[in-house]
Structures are given as C-alpha cells and as structure tokens.
C-alpha cells in the first residue's frame, strides 16, 4: 500500500538517522500512519491510540504535534508531496516538459482516485476554505510547486513551453486547473473517473501554455 510504503520508508530514515533526526521523523510518521488508517478504517472509524500504535510513537508525541485527529486533515499535502516525489524520479528526464506535466497531473490524479477516500478529499478542501491559518495547499514551499515550477522551467528552456508568460503565471494556472478537476469530481460525488476526465481536460487547458 501507498501509504505503508511511505511509513516503511520513514522507518528506514528513523533507524539511519541520528536521535535530532529522528525528532524530525516523529510527525512525518505520525501522518504516514493517519492517512493508512483513514484508507483502511475510515476517517471515523479512526482513533487516536490507532495512529499511536501505528506510527509507534506515543500519546505526548501525537498531542505535541496535533491537537486532534481533525487537524490531519490538512497534512494531505504532505502524503501527496511525498508521491510527487516519486513520481520525479520515475519521470523520463528526456521526456517533453510539457508531457511531464501531463502526466504528473494524470498520475496523481489516478493515484488519488484508487487511495484517498472522496469524503476525505472533500473535508480537506472544504477545512482549506475556511482555515484561519496556513492553507497548506498552497503552501509555495510544497514539493509540488518545486517541482512544477522546474518543469516549465525546464520547457521554456527547451522552447517547449511558452516563454512569454511567467513560471509563476503559468505554475499558478496549473495549480488552479488541478484543484478545479479535484473540486469538480467532489461536487459529483466521485459519479465519473477522475484519471479518465483529467486525462481529456488537462491537455485542453493546458494548451494554451505550449509551445
């Protein structure tokens, strides 16, 4: 499964790591375990001494880093971070850019319709809306605008991507049309393929942008 793979691989890190590194790998553990049992249990179904269990961590380290089990919610950035890094690394470095980024949005989006329950992805966008802090989603430190915005860059290098427009203006247009497909596929009640529609929408709004 994704999301123990994820875990396997910060059980690898914490046992390589020095004991400050390993402070640093308490949160991530904690989340990886959350967003495991979410898939298997249900969010509800979900209790804190689940995620203690599986993250093998304890209640003063859970309770140090989140107030609730509500507040995991808003580290789906984080899960979907650590898949665009995957995803980086099977990339083809010779690959057109503007296919890169057609098939990083493809293969998340397939990757969030076989693993991430539609009611979660509904409760994260609709937290996000009415957040008082930080909107972790758009968050420009994330992976995913690091890794989007190296790709256009990449294109206009390569003349495969417009250059008269920004990589902020064309990086944010990407991000939009990405949130709209999710959002949209929310609205129906998960009624259509996310992978399929994004496959057939993604190229049309993005057009615009190629080279």
């Known amino acids: 499964?994704?999301?123990i793979h994820i875990?396997?691989?910060e059980e690898r890190k914490r046992d390589d790591m020095g004991k400050s590194e390993d402070k640093k790998g308490v949160k991530s553990r904690i989340v990886s375990a959350a967003w495991q049992l979410f898939h298997d249990k249900g969010y509800n179904g979900t209790?804190?001494?689940d995620i203690i269990e599986l993250s093998g961590t304890s209640k003063g380290s859970f309770y140090y880093y989140f107030n609730t089990k509500d507040e995991l919610l808003n580290t789906l950035a984080f899960i979907l971070d650590?898949?665009?890094?995957?995803?980086e690394q099977k990339m083809d470095t010779g690959m057109n850019s503007f296919v890169k980024l057609l098939y990083l949005n493809a293969e998340m989006h397939a990757m969030m319709e076989e693993k991430i329950s539609l009611d979660l992805l509904a409760s994260l966008y609709s937290t996000q809306l009415v957040a008082d802090g930080q909107v972790h989603l758009l968050d420009s430190n994330r992976k995913y605008y690091k890794l989007i915005t190296?790709?256009?860059?990449e294109g206009q290098r390569r003349g495969q991507?417009?250059?008269d427009r920004t990589v902020r203006e064309i990086?944010?247009?990407y991000a939009m049309c990405e949130r709209a497909l999710v959002s949209d596929w929310c609205l129906n009640k998960g009624s259509y393929s996310l992978t399929r529609y994004s496959r057939e929408c993604m190229p049309v709004m993005m057009e615009h942008f190629k080279a």
């Open 82 to 87: 650590d898949y665009y890094e995957e995803l």
């Open 47 to 49: 209790t804190v001494d």
């Open 150 to 153: 190296k790709v256009v860059e």
């Open 171 to 173: 990086v944010k247009y």
């Open 161 to 163: 991507i417009r250059a």
């Open 7 to 9: 875990y396997r691989q």
């Open 1 to 3: 499964m994704f999301y």
